[in-house]
């Protein structure tokens, strides 16, 4: 499986529409591990109304696992058939394998600063 992690500077970046990258772990979910790492470059612009559910769709990402996130920018990412996690924070490969081991929840963290400039 994969699962993509906003990043700056290998942390979490709480601002998904303006992260520096995205982390892209493909994951062996039966051993709890990574197995690749990749970076995608970040779109200008707004989170949820660039092409970064779609271009991560592409790559079969089937997680994101963020911090705060607006609801727009949610529902685009679920659209795209991607499942959101917000709430996280710290070095990505560590909530990477804290989300393998199962110890994450979605905290429902929302970024209500740009909620009407995301919605669709």
């Known amino acids: 499986m994969k699962i ?3 990043s700056r500077l290998n942390q979490i970046d709480d601002h998904f ?3 520096e990258y995205f982390t892209v772990f493909t ?3 039966a051993n709890q591990e ?3 790492t990749e970076i995608i ?3 200008t612009g707004c989170g949820c109304k660039s092409n970064i559910a779609q271009i991560l769709a592409a790559l079969n990402v089937k997680i994101m696992l963020a911090g705060n996130m607006g609801e727009g920018a949610v529902r685009v990412l679920n659209n795209a058939g991607i499942e959101v996690l917000r709430g996280c924070s710290g070095d990505v490969k ?3 394998l804290n989300w393998l081991a199962g ?3 979605d905290s429902g963290d929302s970024c209500h600063e740009h909620e ?3 919605q669709n």
């Open 34 to 36: 990574i197995i690749d």
């Open 17 to 19: 529409g303006h992260c």
């Open 27 to 29: 994951t062996d979910n």
């Open 94 to 96: 560590t909530v990477a």
């Open 41 to 43: 470059a970040s779109p």
């Open 116 to 118: 009407h400039s995301c």
């Open 103 to 105: 110890s994450l929840t």
């Open 4 to 6: 993509a992690l906003p």
